[in-house]
């Protein structure tokens, strides 16, 4: 028996097929899949993601410190609620989880890591303390549920107080707020607007209920895969991890190069990799011929291997099978994906393949 989190007795009781997610008993879909997927992506769907490490960094030295933790510069962070997303990385510039923190005040940043790390997270930001007036505090008191969809924020409203309904809308995306007793944030991780709602343990069992109540779908892990994969989202120890840095991620744009003075923790060495013309980069591809792309299939070009499909899945939303595939800097837009023994012709594209339900890619040859 795997970990709960408190919603495990409302997943049994919609039908969840239950596996093992990191330690974790949780649902991989409540009875298909792709019925899921296209629900989130026409109307509304919730999940289950009180598997998340939810940590708070408190104190007057906590800014600082996060600024030398974080590939992001938490500077940016100015108007309270605002959250950035960046990778915490090792001194080889190899990433050890990528995250997203919220500024709730001056002396308060929560931040959101994954399930599988929690372990070797927890153990590396307690390693890393320098100074004395920094608290850190796992926050095992809160649950999350995230409301994605074009109808998620509106069915949201429909489970608050009157007077909270108001506060939710104004928040713009990639800002949070104490909403009653809900920490509201306008993230997600599908590629549809929504929120991602932190309450206690106890107040999250109401509130989905509430929202099942109010028209919005439980959605399982599987679905979740798919829609991350469509938004061209990476997902931690599969697109990237201790081994590759931000740079050959597709996660660039979350290191920040300025101020200079500013030595956040792996940055000489991918100062040195940001150079390199062998650095690999990730890309999106689309399968051009019949056939189903998987993790770990070789990219080929010209018949020779150069690359690998590091998530691989077909997506409901284009009919089309679609990978993220880490290949050399220098990729056209063509080159080939063995599968079961035959190299069948893909497209290079820059994802997102998917926003907002609608396609983002040329699907043509």
Known sequence: MGNRTPLYEQHLNAGAKIVDFSGWDMPLHYGSQVAEHHQVRNDSGMFDV????IVDFSGPDARAYLRNLLANNVDRLKQPGKALYTCMLNEHGGVIDDLIVYFVHEDLYRIVFNAGTRVKVLDWVNAH???????IEERTDLAMIAVQGPSARERVHRVLAPGDVEKASRLTPFNASLVGEIFIARTGYTGEDGYELMTSCDRAIQLWCALSESGVQPTGLGARDTLRLEAGMSLYGVDMDESTTPLESGLGWTVAWEPQERDFIGRRVLELKRADELQKKLVGLVLLEKGVLRNHQKVAMDGQHVGEITSGSFSP?????????RVPRLTGDSCQVEVRGKLLAAKVVKPPFVRHGKSCVDLTA
Request: charged letters at 10%.
């Open 317 to 325: 939303t284009l009919g089309k099978a679609i990978a993220l595939a």
């Open 129 to 135: 303390v320098r100074a004395s007036n920094i608290l």
């Open 50 to 53: 009180s598997h998340m490490t």
